[in-house]
């Protein structure tokens, strides 16, 4: 079992940047680590997903190009870089994890969430 805990949310306008972090309480090259958002009245969304092991990622269309998802083993830490924000980016963020992975992409369950930090964008 892996818990995670997400920081790095807040406000910002139209066209500027966050960095998000997700810290899991354990690191295993087999897990599958994945951010997902959710806006008020609107499903929750899969935004991008790292295969801890080989650094594999998959990216939703709407943030191709603007966001970067990475990890970093020694901190247990898996980031989304998240550039040229607009008001639609807005929401919660979740960090999401399932481990004994084989493959990794936004298609997976995922067993194990955090509790998200908010992300606000303003025009």
């Known amino acids: 079992q892996v818990q995670l805990a997400e920081s790095g949310g807040g406000s910002v306008q139209a066209g500027g940047s966050l960095r998000l972090s997700c810290l899991l309480s354990t690191y295993d090259n087999r897990y599958c680590v994945a951010w997902f958002r959710q806006a008020p009245g609107k499903e929750r969304e899969g935004v991008a997903s790292i295969f801890a092991g080989n650094a594999v990622t998959d990216y939703a269309d709407s943030v191709k190009g603007r966001f970067t998802i990475s990890r970093d083993k020694a901190k247990n830490t898996v980031y989304l870089q998240m550039n040229d924000l607009k008001p639609e980016d807005a929401g919660m963020y979740s960090c999401?994890?399932?481990?004994?992975?084989?493959?990794?992409?936004?298609?997976?369950?995922?067993?194990?969430w955090g509790q998200g930090t908010q992300v606000s964008v303003s025009s």
């Open positions: 999401a994890a399932d481990s004994a992975a084989s493959w990794c992409s936004l298609r997976r369950d995922f067993d194990f």
